[in-house]
T-cell receptor
Framework: GENVEQHPSTLSVQEGDSAVIKCTYS??????FPWYKQELGKRPQLIID?????GEKKDQRIAVTLNKTAKHFSLHITETQPEDSAVYFC??????????FGAGTTVTVRA | IAGITQAPTSQILAAGRRMTLRCTQD?????MYWYRQDLGLGLRLIHY???????GKGEVPDGYSVSRANTDDFPLTLASAVPSQTSVYFC???????????FGPGTRLLVL
């Protein structure tokens, strides 16, 4: 089955700086890569996703890049704000629609 | 519109007891999923259902069972709870044409 690895497990950044989270996947058939944000005590919520026919996607301060050859994808958050503090999960799936999640990255934005 | 709901919010359960976690969605989504979330392990798929009447096993199915009698409901049953099933359980649903999974608020389960 699919194996998704996520790094780093924790990330502390100064407010206004950028944050980058990286994930690798094992199944070359994977073609959908969402990112979820989970605030403390809340449910995971989709923040951005990318499909395998696209190399990069942006939505305001967040962007995701995908390198299919190397089987890795990354989340970039620019101009970080205190409300960006949360746990972020990457995931991957193929045409069976089941998601395999990374272990998560706890992001802390220091004021 | 409620979206996706779960019950109970939290539960303390004695080992060996039977427990059913409830999940209901009103979005008419085809697919539904059950995950468990443990610190450092992320979200792991327990069981899933692509459409009413069908179910499948995920990554960690042992000790759990599910049913999908209709589109809206997807209960998860622990036949005989063990302490290792202490976790936060999330139900999710998706329209398979869209692929986005929407999560419920979660059930926090403690098995003693």
């Amino acid at each position: 089955g699919e194996n998704v690895e996520q790094h780093p497990s924790t990330l502390s950044v100064q407010e206004g700086d950028s944050a980058v989270i990286k994930c690798t996947y094992s199944d070359s058939a994977s073609n959908y890569f969402p990112w979820y944000k989970q605030e403390l005590g809340k449910r995971p919520q989709l923040i951005i996703d990318i499909r395998s026919n696209v190399g990069e996607k942006k939505d305001q301060r967040i962007a995701v890049t995908l390198n299919k050859t190397a089987k890795h994808f990354s989340l970039h958050i620019t101009e970080t704000q205190p409300e960006d503090s949360a746990v972020y999960f990457c995931a991957a799936s193929s045409n069976d629609y089941k998601l395999s999640f990374g272990a998560g990255t706890t992001v802390t934005v220091r004021a | 519109i409620a979206g996706i709901t779960q019950a109970p919010t939290s539960q303390i359960l004695a080992a060996g007891r039977r427990m059913t976690l409830r999940c209901t969605q009103d979005m008419r989504h085809n697919a539904m999923y059950w995950y468990r979330q443990d610190l450092g392990l992320g979200l792991r798929l327990i069981h899933y259902s692509n459409t009413a009447g069908t179910t499948g096993k995920g990554e960690v199915p042992d000790g759990y069972s599910v049913s999908r009698a209709n589109t809206d409901d997807f209960p998860l049953t622990l036949a005989s709870a063990v302490p290792s099933q202490t976790s936060v359980y999330f139900c999710a649903s998706s329209d398979t044409s869209g692929r986005t999974q929407y999560f419920g608020p979660g059930t926090r389960l403690l098995v003693l």
